[in-house]
Antibody, heavy 118, light 108 residues
Framework: EVQLVESGGGLVQPGGSLRLSCAASGFTVSTNYMNWVRQAPGKGLEWVSI???????YYVDSVKGRFTISRDDSYNTLYLQMDSLGAEDTAVYYC????????????WGQGTLVTVSS | EIVLTQSPGTLSLSPGERATLSCRASQSVSSTYLAWYQQKPGQAPRLLIYGASSRSTGIPDRFSGSGSGTDFTLTISRLEPEDSAVYYC?????????FGPGTKVDIK
């Protein structure tokens, strides 16, 4: 059974850092396209970042230079390193799998809440 | 950045009625890279349609997608009470892979 479990969210002060993890089971992270998508409280979905099976990475402009997506194949886990956090980064962060470039995000985690506040 | 606009913002219909949701892009999107998601309160989104018209695994056939270029449509042929949710379109052809603002479907 495919499962994605995020962790690492919490309360962080403005300017701080946090690393989110997304542990995958039932499939191999490195052979899929893995995404981070966030949702601010009461707002819509915002795509944040993707890492392809070949290791290519893309980011939304608002997080470029501050967030880094990565994966650890030995742990079958996806990460999102978030630095220089601001109030605008407060959101539930979801990891999501896309089987192929054209298949959409078919499995999602339950999300982890990141709150940036002093 | 490709901006997606969804209309209407809210749709209020009765069970058994047909729902037509629109997604318009600021520039052409390859049909291969247009998806629709359903999100219910407190839940993660669920993939309904990918490639503009292909249903994801386990999605009932009352959900269908169509369109090309800059205009795409999600149709729910016969609304069920459990279809009450927010529906988002997303383009994933050109980074950043943007979402529309969503259409809320209320079942009367």
């Amino acid at each position: 059974e495919v499962q994605l479990v995020e962790s690492g969210g919490g309360l962080v002060q403005p300017g701080g850092s946090l690393r989110l993890s997304c542990a995958a089971s039932g499939f191999t992270v490195s052979t899929n396209y893995m995404n981070w998508v966030r949702q601010a409280p009461g707002k819509g979905l915002e795509w944040v970042s993707i890492i392809s099976s070949g290791g290519t990475k893309y980011y939304v402009d608002s997080v470029k230079g501050r967030f880094t997506i990565s994966r650890d194949d030995s742990y079958n886990t996806l990460y999102l390193q978030m630095d220089s956090l601001g109030a605008e980064d407060t959101a539930v962060y979801y990891c999501a799998r896309a089987v192929g470039r054209a298949r959409g995000m078919d499995y999602w985690g339950q999300g982890t809440l990141v709150t940036v506040s002093s | 950045e490709i901006v997606l606009t969804q209309s209407p913002g809210t749709l209020s219909l009765s069970p058994g009625e047909r729902a037509t949701l629109s997604c318009r892009a600021s520039q052409s999107v390859s049909s291969t890279y247009l998806a629709w998601y359903q999100q219910k309160p407190g839940q993660a989104p669920r993939l309904l349609i990918y490639g503009a018209s292909s249903r994801s695994t386990g999605i009932p056939d009352r959900f269908s997608g169509s369109g090309s270029g800059t205009d795409f449509t999600l149709t729910i042929s016969r609304l069920e009470p459990e279809d009450s949710a927010v529906y988002y379109c997303q383009q994933y052809g050109t980074s950043p892979f943007t979402f529309g603002p969503g259409t809320k479907v209320d079942i009367k």
